[in-house]
């Protein structure tokens, strides 16, 4: 874990509302899936960093590559980044996914997606499955980047705008039927868990969910960021970004 | 020769900076980053008797140059603190000051009695959180309150105590007095300002506790005058904290009066911050050959 100063390479718009941005540094530690970086943003009027998910990674070109919807103030400042710009960023933050499993099925909701490729990419080797599900056509992105690593890719919009039509979460679960997966992967908003767990629950499999929550230092000290997990010694909160993010769906607490 | 070195009520800060309680858990994630012993001093998360689980999330919200949390004192309780960080602070090379909370006089006095057993060398009441339901803020609003459990914990604790005073109250420098005349050692001040946050299309706070406590660079200005107020209204030595990003800050409050700092938000913008302000502050004193303390209440009024 490091504070450092990188190189943005490129900061574009993909899809309605949603940006990808590569950064370029000098040297970058192993990456596990699932794990964040924290972006300092250049305003001084925003005293928080933004964390976003590793959305995938380039270990020889030494890049790591986000990819965010611009939905309030601080996104906004990130989407005026232009590429030479330097940015301060600290990574690779969180626990992590590293599947025990040979066979997965990764799960991805809206921007949840963006948690998926630098999974893949941590894990060769490994037989990745993944469905992904947004809102409708314009919202879709990274299925062009998950195809060239998984073994399959499914799509699935809310309106049948494109793919298939339907909550991504039932798409899934007919799917494994067929597939039966070692372990799942999901990563969207909470709703989303609350659908999973549901559809999943008697399984089998384990589910492990990706979370999201605001947070103030990123690293574990402030306490801000928690969740609340249910464990053999009871209920109680834990930090989403250094005991998380990925918790096994069955002790989050929704 | 220059000096950087500060002394608070015999306790030797080998630079006036130190960081705030609950911006920096228990030392050990900042540990990562830099050697603790660059700094002068360290405040511990608020301690209490018991585990805390603290409030519901979302428990922080960003506002312009400043960010409002609701933590609620989520903290492990103390007896997990002497047996988990307290022998591993104690082996830092730092000023270590545990801070202190309760719901009730008698929690105060327990747990300022059972501190004690630590290697800490002072201790930080805190009687001002504003995100704890009971207690808390209650004790740091009246002055006559101030002074009573202040006077308790002295009577008990055997380490120099420090009162953290609350910025939401009539008149902070009463209550400085109040502090002084139940027999702190030593003051800090501000902490957090009570504030709330809007989200204008579901209509509701941003936080899950409605109300939080607002920090950052937007306090700094309330927290100068204040410091300023409370170093003419007494004797003990002040420790100003609130909005400090940069060594200048640091030299803004010492002139206000403030013979020693904290650092708080600034470490969630840079984990190095703290660290950062230090090696500033140092090369600048080292440029002008001073000694910090000589800046101590020098504010020269128009």
């Given at each position: 874990m490091k504070d450092r100063i990188a190189t943005v390479v490129k900061n574009v718009p993909?899809?309605?509302?949603i940006w990808s941005m590569t950064i370029a540094f000098d040297d970058i530690e192993e990456i596990k899936g699932a794990q964040f970086l924290d972006i300092k943003l250049?305003?001084?009027?925003?005293?928080l960093r933004r964390p976003f998910c590793i959305c995938d990674f380039d270990k020889e070109n030494k890049t790591a590559d986000v990819c965010y919807a611009v939905v309030g103030e601080g996104t906004k400042v990130l989407s005026g980044v232009k590429a030479g710009e330097k940015l301060n960023v600290l990574l690779p933050l969180g626990n992590g996914y590293v599947p025990k499993g040979n066979k997965i099925m990764l799960i991805g909701g809206g921007m949840g997606t963006a948690v998926l490729p630098a999974v893949v990419t941590a894990n060769p080797g490994k037989e990745f499955h993944a469905f992904i599900g947004f809102?409708?056509?314009?919202?879709?992105?990274l299925e062009k980047e998950l195809g060239e690593k998984c073994a399959s890719v499914t799509v699935a919009t809310d309106d049948g705008s494109?793919?298939?039509?339907?909550?991504v979460t039932t798409v899934a679960r007919e799917a494994a039927d067929v597939l039966k997966p070692d372990e799942i992967l999901v990563c969207g908003p909470e709703v989303m868990y609350k659908a999973i767990r549901k559809c999943f629950d008697g399984s089998g499999i384990p589910v492990y969910v990706s979370l999201e929550q605001r947070m103030g230092?990123?690293?574990?000290?402030?306490?801000?960021?928690n969740c609340k997990v249910k464990r053999a010694d009871g209920e109680g909160y834990v930090r989403v970004c250094k005991d998380g993010p990925v918790f096994l769906l069955d002790e989050v607490v929704l | 020769m220059s000096n950087l070195k500060v002394n608070i009520a015999g306790v030797e800060f080998k630079n006036p900076i130190i960081t705030a309680s609950g911006?920096?858990?228990?030392g050990k994630e900042y540990g990562e980053f830099y050697p603790?012993?660059?700094?002068?001093g360290i405040c511990t998360k608020g301690l209490t008797l018991k585990k805390r689980e603290g409030?519901?999330?979302?428990?922080v919200a960003e506002t312009y140059g400043g960010m409002l949390n609701s933590?609620?004192?989520?903290n492990p309780g103390i007896e997990h603190y002497l047996a988990e960080d307290d022998k591993r602070l104690a082996k830092e090379d730092v000023v270590v000051i545990a801070n202190i909370a309760g719901s009730t006089l008698d929690d105060y006095i327990a747990i300022g009695e059972r501190?004690?057993?630590?290697?800490?060398d002072m201790v930080e009441l805190?009687?001002?959180?504003?995100?704890?339901?009971?207690?808390g803020m209650a004790f740091g609003v009246l002055p006559k309150n101030v002074e009573e459990v202040t006077r308790a914990v002295k009577n008990v604790c055997r380490k120099p105590v420090i009162t953290k005073l609350s910025p939401?109250?009539?008149c902070i420098a009463d209550n400085a007095r109040a502090a002084e005349a139940g027999g702190a050692d030593a003051v800090s001040l501000i902490n957090t300002l009570s504030g709330m946050a809007v989200n204008y299309k579901t209509r509701?706070?941003?936080?899950a506790n409605n109300n939080g406590g607002l920090s950052g660079p937007c306090v700094k200005p309330v927290a100068l005058k204040m410091v300023w107020e409370c170093f003419n209204a007494v004797k003990i030595p002040i420790i100003g904290l609130g909005g400090i990003t940069k060594y200048t800050d640091v030299l803004e409050f010492m002139i206000c009066g403030a013979r020693a700092v904290q650092v708080g938000t600034a470490n969630f913008t840079d984990p190095t911050a703290a660290y950062d302000i230090a090696r500033d502050l140092e090369k600048y004193v080292e440029e002008n050959g001073?000694?910090?303390?000589?800046?101590?209440?020098?504010l020269i009024l128009n």
């Amino acid at each position: 874990m490091k504070d450092r100063i990188a190189t943005v390479v490129k900061n574009v718009p993909v899809a309605d509302g949603i940006w990808s941005m590569t950064i370029a540094f000098d040297d970058i530690e192993e990456i596990k899936g699932a794990q964040f970086l924290d972006i300092k943003l250049p305003d001084p009027s925003k005293v928080l960093r933004r964390p976003f998910c590793i959305c995938d990674f380039d270990k020889e070109n030494k890049t790591a590559d986000v990819c965010y919807a611009v939905v309030g103030e601080g996104t906004k400042v990130l989407s005026g980044v232009k590429a030479g710009e330097k940015l301060n960023v600290l990574l690779p933050l969180g626990n992590g996914y590293v599947p025990k499993g040979n066979k997965i099925m990764l799960i991805g909701g809206g921007m949840g997606t963006a948690v998926l490729p630098a999974v893949v990419t941590a894990n060769p080797g490994k037989e990745f499955h993944a469905f992904i599900g947004f809102a409708n056509k314009g919202k879709v992105v990274l299925e062009k980047e998950l195809g060239e690593k998984c073994a399959s890719v499914t799509v699935a919009t809310d309106d049948g705008s494109y793919g298939k039509k339907g909550f991504v979460t039932t798409v899934a679960r007919e799917a494994a039927d067929v597939l039966k997966p070692d372990e799942i992967l999901v990563c969207g908003p909470e709703v989303m868990y609350k659908a999973i767990r549901k559809c999943f629950d008697g399984s089998g499999i384990p589910v492990y969910v990706s979370l999201e929550q605001r947070m103030g230092c990123g690293i574990g000290a402030c306490l801000v960021c928690n969740c609340k997990v249910k464990r053999a010694d009871g209920e109680g909160y834990v930090r989403v970004c250094k005991d998380g993010p990925v918790f096994l769906l069955d002790e989050v607490v929704l | 020769m220059s000096n950087l070195k500060v002394n608070i009520a015999g306790v030797e800060f080998k630079n006036p900076i130190i960081t705030a309680s609950g911006t920096f858990g228990f030392g050990k994630e900042y540990g990562e980053f830099y050697p603790l012993s660059a700094l002068g001093g360290i405040c511990t998360k608020g301690l209490t008797l018991k585990k805390r689980e603290g409030n519901p999330p979302p428990r922080v919200a960003e506002t312009y140059g400043g960010m409002l949390n609701s933590v609620g004192l989520q903290n492990p309780g103390i007896e997990h603190y002497l047996a988990e960080d307290d022998k591993r602070l104690a082996k830092e090379d730092v000023v270590v000051i545990a801070n202190i909370a309760g719901s009730t006089l008698d929690d105060y006095i327990a747990i300022g009695e059972r501190i004690n057993d630590s290697n800490a060398d002072m201790v930080e009441l805190n009687i001002s959180c504003p995100n704890v339901k009971q207690g808390g803020m209650a004790f740091g609003v009246l002055p006559k309150n101030v002074e009573e459990v202040t006077r308790a914990v002295k009577n008990v604790c055997r380490k120099p105590v420090i009162t953290k005073l609350s910025p939401n109250v009539s008149c902070i420098a009463d209550n400085a007095r109040a502090a002084e005349a139940g027999g702190a050692d030593a003051v800090s001040l501000i902490n957090t300002l009570s504030g709330m946050a809007v989200n204008y299309k579901t209509r509701r706070p941003v936080l899950a506790n409605n109300n939080g406590g607002l920090s950052g660079p937007c306090v700094k200005p309330v927290a100068l005058k204040m410091v300023w107020e409370c170093f003419n209204a007494v004797k003990i030595p002040i420790i100003g904290l609130g909005g400090i990003t940069k060594y200048t800050d640091v030299l803004e409050f010492m002139i206000c009066g403030a013979r020693a700092v904290q650092v708080g938000t600034a470490n969630f913008t840079d984990p190095t911050a703290a660290y950062d302000i230090a090696r500033d502050l140092e090369k600048y004193v080292e440029e002008n050959g001073m000694d910090i303390n000589d800046l101590v209440g020098t504010l020269i009024l128009n």
